[in-house]
């Protein structure tokens, strides 16, 4: 996320919340896709991670970003630690320990977002590339320890980081050693909402096994297809991971505000200075008043509110619209794929109900086991009679028959099918591309890690 949101109308009410998320219904015809793309930096000498600070740090990157893209910069205490399209159109942040991120602005086809993320992706080579930076693109770190990995100056951050130990043993390393890929979906209606949200944490773990690429934890095979995948089962499981009140058949915004009530905040922010609120007190204590102490009003606002459903982490996360947060970062293809996968499973009416369909019978234990057998098996982990390599392929003709009944080409009059083809070949040959990695680092790289920083920089 690359801004906190500042927004001062005062809560009256349960109510309020529930509409906040009921006001992103909106028509067929304005359903837009927003990808989010994180990635490593590194140092090409020596492939060195890339501090803040410096003639050649991530502050210098977006400063000369923020000079040829004319975006304005996002502050935090007076230091750059973003960036933002002046019209909201897409920003750039950093996460915790350098991975810069693009949040791309809501487009109509998948053809625009290859385009986009090639276009930004060129114009940070540009910048970084005389500094000596490149870009990595896999799900995990692969090389640096924590106490390697950079800090950046961000306040949510140092509250999390403070906060992260107590409540899990992984959350410093999802902050600091992990990037995604993400895509941001539209819904028409609180059951449109319900369905593509059941629809989609079903199938969630299968995101996670075909985009498994964070095989390698500080030079060496950390024993995962996804460590990515690993490290959310144990990072904050108050505000993370599969949610089985979703499975309800009558699921609702309500339902998901009751939720997010009850999870501890982590901050509010007054007059730009950040509160540390994580002495566990939820959402639903401090409209009762239980923050008065931290801070002068003792007011909850729209604004607060807006901040707390970003600090909640579930597989699938609901805003004003659906975030599909399975996937694992990785090279450039990956980026076209995970919009593409998504789109066509979820924004075309016959794809939807096909994949409500084939899932519609998967019960909640069902989908955690197979949740919690992902990371370490990938696409052959089991489900029922058969394995995730064999859904997958049944849920790749569905959402190839979505995108083409989209039927959005491109001037050279191809469709967004097109866009698959990479988890095409995740199935036909039947390993990840964490697999393949294991396989070259066994083999051709004679048990380095370092080839993997040529192999798939940006």
């Keep these: 996320m690359a801004r906190d949101t500042t927004d ?32 490593f930096p590194f140092y090409v000498d020596g492939n060195a991670p890339v501090p803040y600070g410096g003639e050649h740090g991530i502050r210098a990157i977006l400063e000369g970003m923020q000079e040829k893209l004319g975006w304005d910069p996002i502050m935090d205490a007076g230091r750059i630690i973003g960036l933002v399209e002046p019209t909201g159109r897409g920003a750039i ?61 961000k306040s949510r951050y140092e509250i999390m980081t403070r906060y992260m130990p107590k409540v899990g043993s992984k959350g410093l390393d999802m902050m600091y050693r992990t990037c995604t890929i993400q895509v941001n979906l539209d819904f028409e209606s609180e059951v449109d909402m319900r369905r593509k949200m059941q629809v989609s944490l079903k199938l969630q773990p299968l995101s996670t096994a075909l985009f498994a690429n964070s095989p390698f934890t500080e030079g060496r095979p950390n024993g995962f297809q996804s460590w990515r995948g690993d490290i959310w089962r144990d990072t904050d499981n108050q505000r993370s991971g599969l949610l089985d009140f979703c499975f309800s058949p009558d699921f609702g915004f309500a339902d998901y505000v009751e939720w997010a009530l009850d999870v501890p905040m982590y901050f509010v922010i007054r007059d730009g200075h950040y509160h540390d609120m994580t002495t566990h007190v939820t959402f639903r204590q401090f409209m009762a008043g239980a923050a ?39 090279p450039w293809r990956r980026i076209c794929a995970l919009p593409a996968f998504w789109v066509g499973l979820l924004y075309d009416a016959a794809a939807l109900d096909a994949a409500e369909a084939l899932t519609s019978s998967w019960s909640y234990e069902e989908v955690l086991a197979m949740r919690n057998a992902v990371p370490e098996q990938g696409i052959s982990a089991p489900f029922r009679n058969t394995t995730l390599r064999e859904i997958a392929r049944d849920v790749l003709v569905i959402s190839r028959m979505g995108l083409k009944n989209r039927g959005r080409k491109n001037r050279d009059g191809y469709d967004e099918t097109s866009f698959l083809s990479t988890l095409d070949e995740v199935v036909a040959r039947g390993t990840t591309s964490a697999e393949e990695l294991l396989s070259a680092y066994h083999t051709r790289w004679g048990g380095s890690i370092e080839p993997v920083f040529m192999e798939y920089a940006y």
């Design 93 to 153: 942040s950093l996460e915790p320990g350098g991975q810069f991120e693009l949040s791309g602005a809501p487009l109509e086809t998948i053809h625009q977002t290859c385009r986009e993320g090639n276009a930004h992706l060129a114009q940070v080579r540009e910048i970084a590339e005389p500094m000596g930076i490149r870009f990595l693109g896999l799900g995990g770190s692969p090389k640096w320890s924590l106490a390697e990995t950079p800090k950046m100056p």
């Design 292 to 330: 008065r102490n931290e801070i002068s009003d003792g007011l909850p606002t729209m604004g607060d509110w807006a901040n707390h459903l970003s600090t909640l982490f579930p597989d699938v996360r609901l805003k004003r619209f659906l975030e599909m947060r399975g996937a694992d970062g990785g």
């Design 8 to 39: 001062f109308r005062p809560i009256e009410g349960v109510d309020e919340l529930v509409e906040h998320l009921a006001e992103g219904n909106k028509p067929r015809d304005r359903w837009r896709i927003g990808t989010e793309h994180e990635k």
